[in-house]
């Protein structure tokens, strides 16, 4: 299966290891941080060093900025699933929409469990939600 991991910067480390792990399982695996199959990896550190030193729509403006969300959409694009690896900011979950809007298959994975009021009555729309590794997998592979 074409997954898809979305999640967040501070997240990084353990979406990465999602990624390698599903990899091993057979599954082809974009994630935002893993520049190893030539992604283009961004960060708005990039650009500023203080988000809040910029305006939304220069931030939008900056070639780094549209080369990525160029990037991103390509891996959307591709995926026929879509992991939510929670922590995750508001671009995750933007991308979790837009996938689950095509139609694809999408699952939020809360792997140190579901963090009080970091949630939604709109995690309806996902096919999964889980805190257990195999409960995913299993998803994955047609579960």
């Not at 979950?93 to 709109?122: C, S």
Request: contains cysteine; aromatic residues 16%; charged residues 25%.
């Amino acid at each position: 299966m074409k997954i898809y991991i979305a999640s967040s910067w501070r997240n990084a480390e353990t979406a990465y290891s999602i990624t390698v792990f599903l990899r091993h399982q057979g599954h082809e695996v974009d994630c935002f941080c893993d520049d190893s199959d030539g992604r283009y990896v961004f960060s708005w550190k990039e650009i500023i060093k203080d988000k809040n030193a910029i305006d939304a729509i220069s931030f939008l403006r900056d070639k780094r900025s549209q080369k990525a969300f160029q990037e991103d959409k390509k891996w959307l694009d591709w995926c026929e699933c879509l992991i939510l690896v929670l922590p995750a900011g508001n671009s995750s979950h933007l991308e979790a929409g837009y996938v689950k809007g095509q139609g694809k298959r999408f699952a939020i994975y809360a792997p140190y469990g579901f963090i009080p009021g970091e949630f939604d009555v709109m995690y309806g729309f996902a096919d999964l939600m889980t805190e257990h590794h195999k409960e995913l997998f299993k998803f994955l592979d047609g579960g």
